[in-house]
C-alpha cells in the first residue's frame, strides 16, 4: 500500500517571531510518496526535483529521520520506502526541508491502522526539522501541518491563530541561496536588553493586531529588530526590496525564514499583487530574478 501527500511552503518567523511563528503560503510545495514495505526501516528510493545533491541516507534525510521518528515513537512493525518530489528551491527561506518532512509524515500517517491527528506528528515534524538546520524550532513545521497562521513554542502543541480575510502575503524568491546553518550562525553574538524589549513589545502589538482585526497594530508590530538586521547582509537587495514593498503600501516586510526569500504582509488581494510587482522590480535593480508568490495568510 502506498499514499501521497503534499506540504506547502511556508514563511517562517513572519519576521517578529523568530523560531516559533509561521504561516504557510500557497503555490509551492513538495509531494512524497509513500509505501508500506515489509522490512523494519526506513528508505529513501528517489529524489526528484532537488536543485542539488540531498542526502538518500533516511537518518539524514528530512524526511527519512521524520519518519524514524514516526517509527519509534509508535513502535511500527513495518517500515516506509520514501520517493520525494521537491517543488520547494533549496536555501530559499521557504522551509524546503520542513515541507519534505511534513509530507512523508502525512502520507506514512495516512497508511497507519490508526491514523494520529495531525498535530500529533509534530514532533516527528520537528525530528526532521533538526536533521537540517540542527534545531528543533517549529515554526515552519506548525503552519505546514495546520495550515495558516500557527504559534509554534518548543514542542508545546501548536497553536492556530485566526486571521482576517483581507490579510494577504506577497512573496518574493530571488535566484540565490541562503543556508539555514549560516543564517543562524549570523545570529550569535550578544544582544542589547533594550533590543529585546522591543522585540518582545513588537511582537505583542502583532499579535494582538492579528487578534483583533486591526492593521494599524500589524504594521506597528511587523518590525523585526534583532534578526533582520544581522541577516540582511546575506541578501542582495534587501533594504531595496523592503523599502519597496513598504512604499507600494505593505503593512510590514522582513525576510522569510532564514532567507534570501523576502515577505511583505498586505491588506488585500490588490494591494499584495501590488507589493509583489515592487519587490520583483526591486530584486531586479540588485540583478536578481525573482519568484513571485501571493496568496492569503
Ligand atoms: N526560524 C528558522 C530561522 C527558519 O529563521 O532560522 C528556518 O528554518
Redesign the pocket.
Known amino acids: 500500500r502506498s499514499a501521497i501527500a503534499f506540504a506547502p511552503a511556508s514563511v ?2 513572519v519576521g517578529i517571531g ?2 516559533i511563528l509561521g504561516h504557510a503560503l500557497s503555490g509551492a510545495g513538495d509531494r512524497v510518496h509513500v509505501r508500506l514495505i515489509d522490512a523494519p526501516e526506513v528508505r529513501i528510493s528517489a529524489i526528484h526535483g532537488a536543485d542539488r545533491e540531498l542526502p538518500l541516507d533516511a537518518a539524514s534525510n528530512t524526511a527519512g529521520a521524520a519518519l524514524i521518528a514516526l517509527r519509534d515513537s509508535l513502535g511500527c512493525a513495518e517500515g516506509f520506502e520514501i520517493e520525494i518530489h521537491k517543488g520547494i528551491p533549496f536555501g530559499s527561506g521557504m ?1 524546503g526541508s ?1 515541507a519534505s518532512a511534513v509530507a512523508a509524515l502525512v502520507a506514512a500517517n495516512g497508511l497507519l491502522r490508526q491514523p494520529l491527528p495531525l498535530a500529533e506528528l509534530y514532533p516527528m515534524a520537528l525530528s526532521g ?1 533538526a536533521v537540517a ?1 540542527g534545531s528543533r ?1 517549529g ?2 513545521v506548525a503552519p505546514m501541518l495546520l495550515g495558516g497562521l500557527v504559534l509554534a513554542v518548543g514542542e508545546r502543541a501548536p497553536i492556530k491563530l485566526p486571521v482576517q480575510a483581507e490579510l494577504y502575503c506577497a512573496h518574493a524568491h530571488p535566484h540565490c541561496v541562503v543556508e ?1 546553518r549560516a ?2 550562525a549570523a545570529l550569535k553574538g550578544a544582544y542589547e536588553l533594550g533590543e529585546f524589549v522591543q522585540q518582545s513589545g513588537h511582537l505583542a502589538l502583532f499579535l494582538t493586531g492579528v487578534a483583533r482585526g486591526e492593521r494599524e497594530l500589524i504594521a506597528a508590530g511587523l518590525n523585526d529588530v534583532l ?1 533582520e538586521p544581522r541577516r540582511a547582509p546575506l541578501i542582495p537587495g534587501f533594504a531595496g526590496v523592503k523599502q519597496a514593498a513598504l512604499e507600494a503600501g505593505a503593512l510590514g516586510a522582513s525576510i522569510s ?2 532567507g534570501p526569500s523576502v515577505f511583505a504582509w498586505c491588506w488585500g488581494k490588490a494591494s499584495a499583487e501590488r507589493v509583489g510587482r515592487a519587490m520583483v522590480e526591486a530584486f531586479a535593480v540588485a540583478d536578481l530574478k525573482a519568484d513571485l508568490l501571493v496568496g492569503p495568510v
Open positions: 517562517g518567523n523568530f523560531d522551509g520542513a526539522e538546520s524550532h515554526d515552519n539555514t543564517a543562524r534578526v525564514g532564514a
